[in-house]
């Protein structure tokens, strides 16, 4: 395992790098990974591939592919969730467009006090009904 560390670094660098990484377990587990894909009877195409997979599953209990999966279906609920908030925001500028609708709205669904002496002053004919955009 040392033939992986026989890049060029001071001395005294090198043996704390390497104290580093077998104190952490790293060297041990790549070890083991490349144990593995050696004894694997079918060889993967993309051992490089096959390498991440294995560190995945050993630091997150995932692979790739899980992990790729899981960010397409955040990607789409991201989406949805866009789309869902324009909807929202639309039908509140439709609410305040109309406000005896607000009112209505507040009224059934006990949001805030609502006047009634406003409210009736803006359902009547003579009152002033119009859209805040």
Not at 15 to 21: P, V
Not at 40 to 63: A, F, G, I, Q, S
Not at 90 to 100: A, F, G, I, K, T
């Amino acid at each position: 395992m040392s033939e992986l560390l026989d890049f060029k670094l001071p001395e005294g660098r090198r043996e704390r790098f390497q104290k580093y990484l077998k104190k952490i377990n790293v060297l041990d587990s790549l070890a083991k990974i490349l144990k593995s894909l050696y004894e694997e009877p079918e060889k993967p195409d993309d051992p490089l591939r096959y390498v991440c997979d294995k560190l995945l599953t050993e630091v997150c209990n995932e692979t790739l592919e899980s992990l790729i999966k899981r960010r397409d279906e955040a990607e789409d609920k991201l989406v949805k969730l866009s789309k869902e908030r324009g909807r929202l925001r639309r039908s509140e500028e439709l609410v305040e467009c109309n406000e005896p609708v607000a009112h209505t709205y507040k009224r059934a669904f006990g949001v805030g006090e609502y006047d009634k002496k406003v409210l009736n002053s803006e359902i009547s004919p003579g009152g002033s009904n119009s859209c805040r955009i």
